[in-house]
């Protein structure tokens, strides 16, 4: 971005030679005449109703004394902005660029320096502000703490209209150049296709999902798609013609699980999955309930972790007594309140249950990403009513939730965790996050603090324009200390 200045900060130039509380002569400008020079100096021509009406007068608060010397009042004015330009709606200034900051001590709950940014649209008709030359505000950006400038957790959105329209955009995030094999899944059963979502992981490619019928031209066509040259069918409800129809296109098929119910048929799966990589872990939930409606969650922990799902505490009873027999402990989860309930049937195992569905995804990612899964700095975040929910377990990185276009459920985990976080993945659709609601991740996510924004309407604080050397993208004091 090119360097600028604005006409305030050209005309309090004289008065900004050292940083601001640098020396003994700048701490004593809290005395309420140096600070006001200040203030209106930097912001002659910014949003004040000085520089937006002409009015000779400036309006000046210093902690809880207000001296007002302007006739009309500023209802839309919050803690240490003195204007009406509108709050941006994200953090992301998509449709502009970015300008500068001023900052202001005493809006932030904890003390830090608040900062409010511009962001900046070409021959917008408002305030020129900080922005660069030709372009002016849009709207603003205010954050406690770090640099609103600067998201340094990618947030990528996910469709997620309907379950075919996720794995889509899934597959093309994990596997952009295809893949040599293939797993179909079956689509007349969730708890099916969760089971088959670990081999996907064993086999290093995508899960299709397929309907209960003869190979289709549209499945035909994914998976040529794909490049692959082999073909896993973890789906004991699709017909054996499927098998010998894609022989004949000339791929290597294999069929694990041939049970028509679904304890047995997970089962079998598992003992594909143990033979093939002797996994030392297993992920148990049951056919009801908040563990059954858990399967997601679960199935993404146990493709992250390359581990068999089982539905059923018989199941993973008998995983567990074929693992003893042949020398290995196994540590299974029981996910949800009602295969938690049975733990103690279960040899090893360990219960992850929560209130709701929410609260049992935020206590299986933890699991995953403090002793489980190698990738931690990966998540996503999902409505708990969303279709795609399965979908996401491809990515095979723990599954966050929150309740329907709010935080909510998610909240306490994201604070506790986001300073690891490098990626999130959102999905859209039904129950997406409200744009409120992304406002506030995004602050979470990228340490903003705006949950500590404190201040009333009609409360300006006195203001310090951003000095010379923070004003480049990336650059911001975090505290009202300037560096010596």
């Known amino acids: 971005m090119r360097e600028h200045r604005s006409e305030a900060e050209e005309r309090s130039s004289s008065k900004q030679s050292e940083p601001t509380g640098s020396g003994p002569e700048d701490r004593a400008s809290d005395a309420l005449a140096e600070r006001a020079g200040r203030w209106t100096a930097a912001r002659f021509t910014r949003r004040s109703l000085f520089g937006r009406f002409g009015r000779a007068a400036v309006m000046l608060a210093g902690g809880p004394a207000i001296a007002t010397l302007l006739a009309d009042p500023a209802s839309a004015r919050v803690c240490g902005q003195s204007g009406v330009s509108p709050k941006c709606s994200t953090y992301d200034c998509a449709d502009g660029q970015w300008g500068y900051c001023w900052y202001s001590v005493g809006c932030c709950a904890d003390g830090a320096l608040k900062k409010i940014c511009d962001c900046c649209v070409a021959g917008y008709p408002n305030v020129h502000g900080y922005c660069p030359p030709g372009a002016n505000v849009k709207c603003i950006v205010e954050s406690c703490g770090n640099d609103p400038r600067v998201q340094s957790v990618a947030v990528t959105r996910l469709p997620g209209g ?107 799966v598992a003992r594909w999955i143990r033979g093939a990589i002797g996994s030392d872990r297993a992920v148990c939930i049951t056919a009801e309930g908040q563990s059954s409606a858990a399967a997601p969650v679960a199935a993404a922990f146990a493709a992250g972790r390359g581990c068999p799902l089982l539905v059923g505490v018989e199941a993973a009873t008998a995983t567990h007594d074929d693992a003893a027999a042949n020398g290995l402990a196994v540590v299974t989860y029981m996910i949800g309140p009602e295969a938690a309930a049975r733990a103690g049937e279960v040899p090893g195992s360990r219960s992850v249950s929560g209130p709701s569905l929410p609260a049992i995804a935020a206590a299986l990612a933890t699991v995953a990403r403090t002793t489980e899964q190698a990738r931690t700095d990966v998540i996503a975040l999902a409505s ?63 340490g903003y603090e705006a949950h500590r924004l404190i201040g009333v309407a009609g409360q300006g604080l006195p203001v310090v324009p951003q000095p010379r050397a923070e004003q480049p993208v990336g650059l911001a004091r975090v505290g009202p200390t300037p560096p010596r």
């Open 162 to 268: 309907d379950p075919t329209a996720t794995a889509t955009a899934v597959r093309a995030v994990r596997f952009p150049r295809g893949s040599g094999v293939v797993v179909l899944a079956d689509a007349g059963s969730n708890l099916a296709t969760a089971v088959a979502m670990p081999v996907g992981a064993v086999v290093a490619g995508p899960v299709l999902v397929v309907a209960r019928n003869d190979l289709g031209p549209d499945t035909a066509a994914v998976i040529e798609a794909t490049g692959a040259t082999a073909v896993k069918i973890v789906d004991a409800w699709l017909p054996a013609t499927v098998d010998d129809d894609l022989r004949a296109r000339g791929y290597d098929v294999e069929r694990i699980g041939a049970a028509g119910d679904i304890e047995t048929f997970s089962l079998e």
């Open 384 to 446: 708990r009513a969303a279709p795609g929910l399965l979908a996401l377990a491809e990515l095979r990185v723990p599954l966050v939730l929150h309740e329907p276009t709010a935080v909510d459920g998610a909240r306490e985990w994201l604070f506790a965790d986001h300073r690891s976080l490098r990626t999130v993945y959102v999905l859209d659709g039904p129950g997406a996050l409200s744009t409120p609601a992304y406002y506030e991740l995004q602050s979470i996510l990228n």
